[in-house]
């Protein structure tokens, strides 16, 4: 559905409410409208969900496949593209770079080895942390991958998506067991999931590792979904210690947020 070269030059140029390029957060929204949908859309369906006219889409979406960022499928229809891969691959170390200062902090006031990490795909991926000072302490490697259904980061990252997708990822996943107390049925996962959102926090009570308790939370609002934990011996990760630990936790996880909605940290 072409469009005049007068049009497409206007449309670049026009200032957008925010006095950015109004073209620009428009692309933007289309490839954000896409990933909430899976990867793959039509045009119409992207025309239904964002308000826009197709003839506006269409060049919005030649621009994107021309950039590699979009590709088009033998059906039509229009999926992310690969080149966003290594964005987001260099966006994920840069948010472990900014999530450190506020894992350092977390460290100092808990006494314990503090984590970050990301729901990709179907699995956890850790990208930051910082080690306690205790010569017995928990290490896990940046740029790990586990399962979420043995760890506390996973159940912080699932606790608020809906049950039926849930299910599907375990399904994809399976639930092996690490340690004679991981939760191994969806719907023992599931229940796990409920009381995240009733108490506000995530335990790993020796499901990964036998020995180790593990508290998250999620970060509110982040750009893409991540959390952020403590791990550390189960004799020093006690019930009381959860106590002191969880406020603090939570008060980190909104200060993040917060840094990450600036664009940086200020910690």
């Known amino acids: 559905m072409p469009t005049s070269s007068a049009s497409t030059t206007d449309s670049a140029k026009s200032p957008a409410p925010s006095g950015g390029v109004q073209s620009l957060e428009r692309a933007f929204d289309l490839l954000e409208r896409m990933a909430d949908a899976g990867g793959e859309v039509g045009l119409s369906e992207l025309s239904a969900s964002s308000g826009l006219p197709l003839p506006t889409i269409h060049r919005l979406m030649r621009t994107l496949v021309a950039c590699g960022y ?45 984590n970050m990490a990301l729901l990709d795909g179907d699995e956890i991926v850790y990208v930051a942390q910082v080690p306690s000072k205790h010569s017995m302490r928990m290490f896990t490697e940046v740029g790990r991958r586990v399962l979420p259904h043995s760890t506390g980061v996973g159940k912080a990252l699932l606790a608020n ?11 994809r996943t399976g639930m092996p067991a690490a340690t004679e107390k991981t939760i191994t049925t969806p719907d023992g996962f599931l229940a796990a999931l409920e009381e995240v959102r009733r108490l506000g926090y ?3 009570d020796n499901e990964q590792e036998i020995g180790v308790r593990c508290l998250a ?48 940290p200020t910690a």
């Open 70 to 114: 979009v590709r088009q499928q033998p059906n039509r229809r229009y999926a992310l593209g690969p080149r966003l891969i290594r964005l987001g691959e260099s966006a994920s170390r840069l948010l472990g770079t900014w999530a450190r200062p506020y894992l350092a902090r977390l460290v100092e006031e808990t006494g314990e080895t503090a």
């Open 202 to 204: 995530a335990i790993d």
């Open 217 to 264: 939370v999620s970060v509110p609002d982040s750009p893409t979904a991540a959390a952020i934990s403590i791990s550390g011996p189960a004799g020093r990760v006690t019930e009381e210690a959860t106590e002191k630990i969880v406020p603090v936790l939570q008060q980190v996880a909104a200060e993040l947020s917060e840094a990450l909605a600036t664009s940086g």
């Open 161 to 171: 998506t809906p049950a039926n997708e849930v299910r599907a990822l375990l399904a």
